[in-house]
């Protein structure tokens, strides 16, 4: 029987950082995957592909119909889909290798199988027929999670997939029907609406982007159809029905009418759930919630001694840098280290074009609590160097205590979002105040310039707009 310090369950973004660290701090680390690479969704069939295809689609919407601004006249654009498809995959081949190389250098042992709690200090692990026990002292459940059935939509894996068969389409589809406008299905949607295909969105909300700021829902829903994406709100989707190569989809509007919408591809995206099928909780009494997520304490602890939980499989949202940070506090935690986790200062980002990115809490957030805020606003149309990028189009906005003018939250939607939001993820960790960004210089011309003026946007002295 092999003896480990701690063994992570799952090898994605939270469960390989965690066991990466676990072995920086001397402990003797195994990390479990039941499939054939590590790197879990995000590395295999999220985060990582995905993005690989809204690049490449975005240079083909950009060679297709942006290059004439700029003075560059371009020919017949041809798509090569099979190739866009290969580089795609050939990224997430040399990055869930890294994963397996990162294990080697930092000692840790990568085990593949399924694995299955048998004791608190046991775990039984599956591998093509044969079955190996590893005995650890602590062990991290880090199993991530996987879409989410809609009732009445029985996904086929051909005319109706989840997201990973979405990232996989061996044609650009004609129609393709998107239920759910969330972060999956307006990337995904993006992406195939670029290389031409027809793209409707359907959503059971009133808003897309669920509980994001609802100006910037509001924003972002009036570029995405002025880019040709169609949206149907309150639309409760209740049946599918696959014939040949059409998929009908019926629908109820809020007062309970129904519709029909028919395309030749459908994609499901109406979340995620935790993926502990067959894991042996119930055995070990680790308690869950109504939606099956693990519970845990502020320190990552089960209901169980010894048995850890991080990433997708608790409460939270599931985002991949959320579980990395998660992973390292767990760990730093039982060396006794003093990790912390502020989870005002995760952010948020939608990989669309423009980018959306958010951090801290919204306009609407703050209302609801009784907080007294200001806010300060600056729009990219009156920024040299998103002129000179031809990406004019969004805001920075800034959320700041009305007494203290500590930030509280902060918006971005345009180009970049992703990589502006880091410097006010900051803020908030260290409880900046708007005027510390305000009097921070910023290179110019830059993008990083309108966060500096929607800081001083906050007390009303922006010099540029």
Request: charged share 25%; hydrophobic share 40%.
């Amino acid at each position: 029987m092999s003896k480990f310090d701690l063994v992570v369950i799952g090898s994605g973004p939270g469960g390989y950082i965690a066991a990466i660290r676990a072995a920086q701090l001397g402990m003797k680390v195994a990390c479990i995957e039941r499939y054939s690479t590590f790197g879990g969704t995000c590395l295999n069939v999220g985060c990582i592909p995905s993005k690989a295809m809204l690049v490449s689609s975005e240079r083909f919407e950009e060679v297709s119909h942006a290059m004439a601004v700029h003075g560059i006249e371009v020919g017949e654009v041809k798509l090569n889909l099979e190739q866009m498809l290969g580089r795609k995959s050939k990224i997430v081949d040399e990055l869930t290798k890294g994963v397996a190389f990162l294990f080697g250098k930092n000692k840790v042992e990568g085990i593949q199988g399924h694995a299955t709690l048998v004791s608190p200090t046991e775990i039984s692990v599956l591998h093509e027929g044969q079955t190996q026990t590893i005995n650890a002292d602590k062990i991290i459940i880090a199993t991530g999670s996987k879409p989410s059935p809609l009732r009445g939509v029985e996904m086929d894996k051909d005319r109706i997939v989840d997201s990973t068969g979405a990232l996989s389409f061996s044609e650009v589809p004609k129609h393709l029907i998107v239920v759910g406008a969330g972060v999956i299905g307006l990337e995904l949607g993006s992406v195939w609406l670029r290389l031409g295909a027809k793209v409707t969105v359907l959503e059971y909300g009133s808003k897309i982007l669920g509980a994001t700021d609802n100006e910037i829902s509001k924003t972002a829903q009036r570029i995405f159809k002025k880019q040709g994406m169609q949206f149907i709100l309150n639309a409760r989707v209740n049946g599918a029905n696959v014939k040949g190569d059409t998929v009908t989809l019926t629908y109820l509007d809020k007062d309970d009418v129904e519709y029909k919408v028919e395309g030749d591809r459908v994609l499901v995206a109406t979340g995620r759930r935790p993926y502990t099928h067959n894991l042996g909780l119930e055995k070990v009494g680790v308690k869950t919630n109504e939606r099956g997520m693990i519970l845990v304490d502020e320190h990552y602890k089960t209901n169980v001694a010894g048995i850890y939980a991080i990433g997708d499989v608790i409460p939270g949202p599931m985002l991949a840098h959320k579980a990395e940070e998660e992973g390292v506090v767990c760990v730093e935690r039982m060396q006794n280290i003093a990790g912390h986790m502020n989870y005002d200062a995760v952010p948020g980002i939608v990989y669309t074009f423009p980018e959306i990115a958010s951090v801290g809490k919204s306009e609407e957030e703050l209302k609801a609590a009784g907080i007294k805020f200001k806010k300060g606003k600056f729009p990219y149309a009156a920024n040299g160097r998103a002129k000179a990028l031809n990406a004019t189009e969004g805001f920075v906005k800034i959320l700041a205590d009305a007494t203290t003018d500590r930030i509280l939250g902060a918006h971005i939607i345009g180009a970049q979002a992703g990589d502006l939001i880091a410097e006010l993820a900051v803020a908030i960790e260290f409880g900046s105040a708007s005027e510390d960004i305000a009097r921070s210089s910023h290179g110019h011309p830059t993008l990083a310039e309108m966060v500096k003026e929607a800081a001083l946007a906050v007390e009303k002295r922006s010099l540029n707009s």
